[in-house]
């Protein structure tokens, strides 16, 4: 049995501010993610903890703006790591209003203020 179920759809977006506070930095992103639609994204990149200081824990909202016209928020867990020069790869578990838990892997682009990543069912 696999934690980890089928892929569900890739997405994109857009750094739209940045906040930095003692608590970490907080991003807004916006974007499309395939069947959930528009997206609107706060994530908290927590301090980084350990001696190399290069991962730490995130925590987020999402909005979906469904293609049917149904509007589902969203809770994110997860960590953040750097992943290359200016970017960070975030692992994060979604838990949504509708009761889906979705597993997704992205990469926040600090240079281009972008982001990319890929959703997984939870199984």
């Known amino acids: 049995m696999s934690a980890i179920g089928e892929k569900i759809s890739d997405y994109t977006g857009k750094v739209t501010s940045v906040t930095l506070t003692e608590a970490g930095s907080i991003m807004n992103a916006e974007g499309e993610a395939g069947p959930f639609g528009t997206y609107l994204y706060t994530a908290t990149f927590g301090p980084a903890v350990g001696p190399a200081e290069e991962t730490g824990p995130l925590t987020g909202r999402v909005q979906d703006f469904r293609p049917d016209g ?15 020069h200016r970017q960070w790869e975030v692992k994060a578990i979604n838990m949504a209003a509708d009761g889906k838990c979705l597993f997704f892997v992205e990469v926040w682009d600090l240079a281009t203020r972008s982001l990319s990543g890929t959703i997984y069912a939870l199984d």
């Open 70 to 84: 149904s509007v589902v928020p969203q809770v994110v867990t997860g960590v953040w790591r750097k992943s290359g």
